[in-house]
């Protein structure tokens, strides 16, 4: 009669099929890029809606690894490291970031703080907000997005947030997709694209006059990506302002909830337009318990122009989102 196993050979089988099902997880992210979007759209689709949980995958890989290695120490575990490669190798396999800035460069350099930041659509009390944006960490030009009439007589009502972003573009909407920018600089030809087809969501174009020179603004929130039409929307949406800003010369910035991940093929299509990632994709969705986030949706992409100070995630403004903070240094 077979013997039953043992407890620790119990979970030992189950935490190798969870190391092999994370390293499968891993694949979908270069899968989905290499995959053709004009044939099969719903595979592609389905294969980069498993992509964007790269976090994931790797936290609960490396959890399942540790827990095989331990039990197995008295025999080989070295297939442990097929899975690990592929895992680590699809986390870290992400689009360029900007250079670091030089440290004895910084103290007399010109800095530009950005910030990005998802209000939800619901929220009805905007003090986090408010608080943030008097404080002496506000960034110098905000993008704001699921921005609403509420928003908009809030910020208006405060005159000490009126007087420190004099310089605004705001387009409140009743849905997802209204957006604004703050700014304590001049903003000029400031002007709001409407929507050109039932997949195009609002997008706000300013020029920033910043230390005697020109930055070009993109603002925009893509539909996220409920279906194969609204992902293959939102990623020539990010291509074409990336483009545009590369176009125009000199230094640019967009930024926004844009939906995607640095694992999915829309980031890199930004790439691809000589845009580049501010800081690393930090997990900014969703914000459980104001400190728990999964999914890096909030973007800081900038010109090559530009060079990376810090990147960190701001305050919790009783969100869904966590804003994404970037200090940028000309070169």
Known sequence: MPSRP???QFFAIRAQWLVWLCALGGLTAPLSRALPTNHVPWLQWLV?????????Y?????????????????????????????????????????PPAAEPDIANAKVLKVGTANLNLD?????????????????DVVFLQEFTELAQRALVDDAAIAARYPHRLA??????????????????????LQPRTDYDTLRLHATLLWQGQPVHLSALRPMPPLNSAYAQ??????????????????LGVMAGDLNTTPWARGLWGAEQAQMRRAGPGVPT?????GWLSVLP???????PGWQLVEAHTGPDLGSDHRPMVVRLVAQ
């Open 6 to 8: 043992s407890v620790s």
């Open 48 to 56: 980069e809606l498993a992509a964007h949980w790269q976090w994931v």
């Open 58 to 98: 790797a936290t609960a890989g490396a959890a399942a690894m540790g827990l095989v290695a331990w039990m197995l120490r008295r025999r080989a575990a070295w297939w442990l490291a097929v899975p690990a490669l592929v895992v680590a190798g699809s986390f870290v396999w992400q689009p360029a970031t900007l």
């Open 123 to 139: 929220t009805t009390d905007f003090t986090p907000l408010r608080q943030w944006l008097a404080s002496a960490d506000a960034p």
């Open 171 to 192: 387009v409140p909407q009743p849905d997802p997709f209204g957006l604004a920018i703050l700014s304590r600089h001049p903003l000029a030809d400031a002007r709001a």
């Open 233 to 250: 929307a939102r990623d020539q949406a990010l291509v074409d302002e990336a483009l545009r800003l590369s176009q125009s010369g000199g």
């Open 285 to 289: 969705w969703p914000s459980a318990w």
């Open 297 to 303: 949706l909030d973007h800081v992409l900038a010109s």
